[in-house]
């Protein structure tokens, strides 16, 4: 298990490396000037003053130089600051953080509590109407976009009962049921799609397992069936489920921006989107990096919950 540990910390740390040199490029190759689209979009300026503003950023550096002093203040926990609002990056990121990892959470405990029993269900009840039913939602779960599904609980209240979801933010630690309100309907619209796609995986991973030889000599030697689910089947189906859903809330974290965006929620997302439509590219860039490593973080814990859940993977590596 230790040197699995540290195979998969080298391998960590090489996709940081590539993250960063990828976001480096493609900010500074995106067309157009950010400092003379800042002062035109400002209309303030006196002559010379882009000048002083790129020296100050470093973008008159040759590129290998400018590589360098990124690196470097990333080392340094240094992000840089907001060329709009000047404001230091780092802080303004911890902040909204804890807004989209509360929507991540809650999203991704709604969709194992729907997909897991549904997923367990379905295959125990394989070719039955329940589970053509339960196939059935699952793919119109993944079949319509969530951002419609989004879209519907804010627009088709108001229009029939002159009612709407709470839009906005209130901190978890100053008012848990307010937050709670805010936080409930985003989480359960992003959460069919995750648990429509729990349930599909858990299935084919069940009925794959079910079928087994270690599991007909589980029955014959008299075991129930849910003693054979708990204790066989389950452990040995979810391997592949927990790879899905690191992916799936890997997706949440980084895509959450037309959610936040819709129910006016402060987090990541939304800053993104503004830092976006601004053209701010000091935002955009510190916050792909901050996200390539929680990203990066997440699919390390993905990793090695593979030995939690399968004892060989621990005694193979």
Known sequence: ????????????????????????????????????????DTGEGRPGQAEELRDELGLNDPLPVQFADYVWSLVRGDFGESLWTGRELLPTMLGRFPVTLQL???????????GLPL??????????????????VAIAGVSIPYFWIAVMTVALPAYFWRWSPPVGYVSL??????????MLIPSLVLSITLAGSIMRMLRATMLEVMGLDYMRTAAAK????????RRHALRNALIPVITMVGLQFIFLLSGSVVIESIYGLPGLGQLTLDALSRRDYQVVQAVTVFMAFVIVAVNLLVDLSYGLVDPRIRVSR
Not at 106 to 114: H, I, K, N, P, Q
């Open 173 to 182: 630690r100053e008012d848990p049921l307010t937050n709670m309100q805010h």
């Open 222 to 229: 008299g075991l129930s069936l849910p003693v054979r689910i």
């Open 1 to 40: 298990m230790g040197r699995y540990l540290v195979h998969r910390l080298m391998m960590s740390a090489t996709s940081v490396v590539l993250v960063v040199v990828i976001v480096f490029l493609a900010v500074r190759l995106m067309p157009g000037d950010i400092v003379d689209q800042f002062f035109q």
């Open 104 to 114: 991540g959470l809650m999203t991704l405990a709604f969709g194992l509590l729907m």
């Open 119 to 136: 997923g367990v269900i379905s295959a125990v009840f394989r070719g039955s109407g329940l589970d053509y039913l339960l196939r059935s």
